[in-house]
């Protein structure tokens, strides 16, 4: 699976949209872009995940750029709720079945 | 739907002493794993299923065994425990969409935090 960069931490205001990039530059033509999240102590969240076009949900939008190499994931109205560690994964047709989560961006909402 | 539980939530056990943790999901998933997070780390693979009666190794599946006896249920047990297993355990679930193997979106329980002292 393709290695991703993130940036280690974000603050976002309450309400305001929150935009968190990540870069997959090495990312292949079968390997999707998948979002987790992981509130303190908790089990992962699924967000949202694509391939190559722009994808939304009831919880973000993901927008993948057109040569695949990077991709930002947008909470439209951030609530403190929010406030976690995201995690931006490339998985692929590799055989490999474990999730393997980087260092991920940790977003402070802030009231 | 209740998704992915696990039980315990919190234990403690003594080294040597043995226990299940037992996962369910009610998603009709074919797919189970067990991972576990240390602090400050990710999570790595323990075992994991494709099916009822299935099970198959993961990362780091030494002192650890698991059984899929039905859909729903998948269940770690330590035989021996040690205080390395000190962990917290995340189980996950998925379907097969026909997407390429590796590509299936994984949800998870809450956790068993586990001390073995």
């Known amino acids: 699976d393709a290695k991703t960069t993130q940036p280690p931490s974000m603050d976002c205001a309450e309400g305001r949209a929150a935009n968190l990039p990540c870069n997959h530059s090495t990312i292949s033509g079968n390997e999707y872009v998948y979002w987790y999240r992981q509130i303190h102590s908790q089990g992962p969240q699924y967000i949202i995940h694509g391939l190559k076009n722009n994808e939304t949900n009831e919880m973000a939008s993901l927008i993948i750029t057109e040569d695949r190499k990077s991709s930002t994931l947008i909470l439209p109205h951030a609530t403190l709720r929010d406030t976690a560690v995201y995690y931006c994964i490339v998985r692929g047709d590799t055989g490999r079945r474990a999730l393997t989560f980087g260092s991920g961006t940790r977003l402070q909402v802030q009231p | ?90 189980c996950a679930s998925s379907y097969s969409r026909g997407l390429p193997f590796g590509t299936d979106t994984q949800y998870f329980g809450p956790g068993t935090r586990l001390t073995v002292l």
């Open chain 2, 1 to 90: 739907n209740a998704g992915v539980t696990q039980t315990p939530k919190f234990r403690v056990l003594k080294t040597g002493q043995s226990m299940t943790l037992l996962c369910a999901q009610d998603m009709n998933h074919e797919y189970m794993y067990w991972y576990r997070q240390d602090p400050g780390m990710g999570l790595r693979l323990i075992h994991y299923s494709v099916g009822e009666g299935t099970t198959a190794k993961g990362e780091v599946p030494d002192g650890y065994n698991v059984s899929r006896l039905k859909k729903q249920n998948f269940l770690l047990g330590l035989e021996s425990a040690a205080p390395s297993q000190t962990s917290v355990y995340f």
